[in-house]
């Protein structure tokens, strides 16, 4: 994990409207590097975890079809 987070663009995700719980990620960072910067929005300066584009793409595809 880093905390570094002044060079990259956020972009909250779509299925964050339910009440403060907030994620954001990098794509611009992660379509260059092949690495996904995720972070809480509530917590700008905080940690920022960087996930593996393939895992991220599992995660995500595990959350949509109500796997995880």
Do not use: H
Not at 46 to 66: N, Q
């Amino acid at each position: 994990m880093t905390t570094e987070t002044t060079t990259q663009q956020w972009v909250k995700s779509s299925y964050s409207n339910n009440g403060g719980t907030c994620v954001e990620w990098a794509p611009g960072t992660a379509s260059t590097t092949g690495i996904v910067p995720v972070r809480d929005s509530k917590n700008a300066n905080g940690p920022v975890l960087s996930l593996p584009a393939a895992a991220f793409s599992t995660f995500v595809t595990g959350i949509k079809s109500g796997e995880l």
